[in-house]
Nanobody, 113 residues
Framework: QVQLVESGGGLVQPGGSLRLSCAAS????????MNWVRQAPGKGLEWVSN????????NYGDSVKGRFTISRDNAKNTLYLQMNSLIPEDTAVYYC??????WGQGAQVTVSS
C-alpha cells in the first residue's frame, strides 16, 4: 500500500522552529522527487519546496526561501522540512507529496503567540 504519513506539526510562537517528517512506504522512495505543499485557512494549495531523489537539488517557494530547508533520508524512506523563523502567515496544513501524486494526510502547523 502506497502511503505517506506526516508528523511533527504543532503550535509554535512567531520566530520559533518546527521540523516536519514524512514517512513513505509502498513505493521506491529513493526514485521519487518529493514535495511539500501547504494550505492556509481559507486559501488554495501553495507549493513550498521539492527535492531531487538523491537530495542534491532543492527548490523553494519565494515565501519560505531562506527560512525552510527540505531534506531526505533515503535509507529511512523519510522526507523532512525544517522550518525556522516561523511567522503567522506560515500557519497551514502541510502535506508531503510524491512525484506520482501520492499525498499524505497533512500536518497542522500553527504559528501564534
Amino acid at each position: 500500500q502506497v502511503q505517506l504519513v506526516e508528523s511533527g506539526g504543532g503550535l509554535v510562537q512567531p520566530g520559533g522552529s518546527l521540523r516536519l517528517s514524512c514517512a513513505a512506504s509502498g513505493f521506491t522512495f529513493s526514485n521519487s522527487w518529493m514535495n511539500w505543499v501547504r494550505q492556509a485557512p481559507g486559501k488554495g494549495l501553495e507549493w513550498v519546496s521539492n527535492i531531487h531523489p538523491n537530495g542534491a537539488n532543492t527548490n523553494y517557494g519565494d515565501s519560505v526561501k531562506g527560512r525552510f530547508t527540505i531534506s531526505r533520508d533515503n535509507a529511512k524512506n523519510t522526507l523532512y522540512l525544517q522550518m525556522n523563523s516561523l511567522i503567522p502567515e506560515d500557519t497551514a496544513v502541510y502535506y508531503c507529496k510524491s512525484s506520482d501524486d501520492v499525498w499524505g494526510q497533512g500536518a497542522q502547523v500553527t504559528v501564534s503567540s
